[in-house]
């Protein structure tokens, strides 16, 4: 049996409680028949899932380094989850550090990557790790997507979101995306302790990357992908990717 196959058969699906009662979708693939010393936990962009092509290579790339990895849901189609328009950034951040909570007793050493939203997600909740990643991140979202991509649905109090689909989203993720501005994401992005890489899609269109670089205070590196979409599918780009977001996390 492959590592891949073995990876994919140790796979547990898990429920993690949050802060309000909610259920928090998360899939485990364990490096080992026994628990390892070191984890990665993978959080999602906005309208995205565990399931996404960057978070399956991340799992079979970081398994076969040895670490546990964690793919964490912010909504999901299963009882006592939540769903997407009733969520918001910050409760992705209160959701984001139960899960590392939850954890962090099993391990010796705790990693997070976020990618799009899951990066800004880390932003609004200063994850207590050993290292972080952001994966071409959302920093501005308003100027950057948000305020072409977001669509009024008066009938409903919603607002639709996609990029070649609709999705809902609530008015409170809305007007939180509006109020995401310099003078308030900057001094967030400023009380990250975590050591952390910022890693930019070279044709992602997250032009902010550097401004999140800039805001940090913490141990930081940035690292931009040549030739990379903002979800690492063209070529082989995800392989960079990873490899940089391995070489960060090794230093600690």
Known sequence: MTDLAKSIAREKTVFIPAFDKKSI?????????????????LAHGLTGNPNEYIHLMARDHFNKLGYDVYRVAFYWHAENCRVLHETTLAI????????????????????VCGHSYGGLTMVFGNPQADAIAFWDPAFYPWSEFMEEEGVHLSEMSLYSIGWGMACLMGKAMYTEAQSMKPEKADPMAAKIIAPSIVIQAENGGHDNCTKLYDALTCNKDI????????????GQTVQPLLEATQNWFQKF
Request: charged content about 25%; overall charge positive.
């Open 25 to 41: 979708y998360c899939v485990v693939n364990y490096a080992g028949d026994t628990p390892s010393e070191k984890a990665v936990v």
């Open 92 to 111: 992705h951040a209160l959701d984001l550090n139960s899960v590392i909570a939850h954890i962090k007793p099993d391990y010796k050493k705790i990693f």
């Open 223 to 234: 690292k931009v992908i040549k030739s990379a979409d903002h979800c690492f599918t063209k």
